[in-house]
């Protein structure tokens, strides 16, 4: 199966759209033919410019594993199969802040109390 070429007018919308910025998945919606996926791709090769992540928790943003940098904490905060945010403050160069390698790197008179 080939996938249906896409119209002028469908991506006259698609780009204006997405300069509003509405998110892949409401832009879906106008077209009923096309997958949130099938808009982010086209997005992509007409090379619409990248997006912030409209995805937080609370007042705090999710970070994913493609967003850390090497000085970035990945202490899992949430359930990582339900929402897998991370704590993303600064490291001195590991993988976890002070505060939670203070967790992970407890002493054994700690763990045997």
């Not at 919606?29 to 995805?55: D, E, T, W, Y």
């Not at 403050?89 to 109390?113: L, M, N, Y």
Request: aromatic share 8%; with cysteine; net charge positive.
């Amino acid at each position: 199966m080939t996938p249906a070429e896409w119209t002028t007018a469908e991506i006259e919308l698609l780009t204006r759209l997405w300069k509003e910025g509405l998110t892949a998945g409401s832009i879906a919606k106008q077209f009923p033919a096309r997958s949130r996926n099938a808009i982010i791709g086209k997005a992509h090769r007409l090379c619409l410019p990248g997006r912030v992540s409209p995805i937080k928790v609370g007042d705090k943003p999710i970070h994913t594993k493609q967003s850390w940098a090497v000085d970035r904490c990945r202490w899992i905060e949430d359930d990582p199969l339900i929402n897998p945010t991370f704590c993303g403050r600064h490291t001195k160069g590991g993988p976890w802040c002070d505060e939670h390698r203070a967790i992970v790197f407890k002493s054994s008179e700690e763990q045997a109390a």
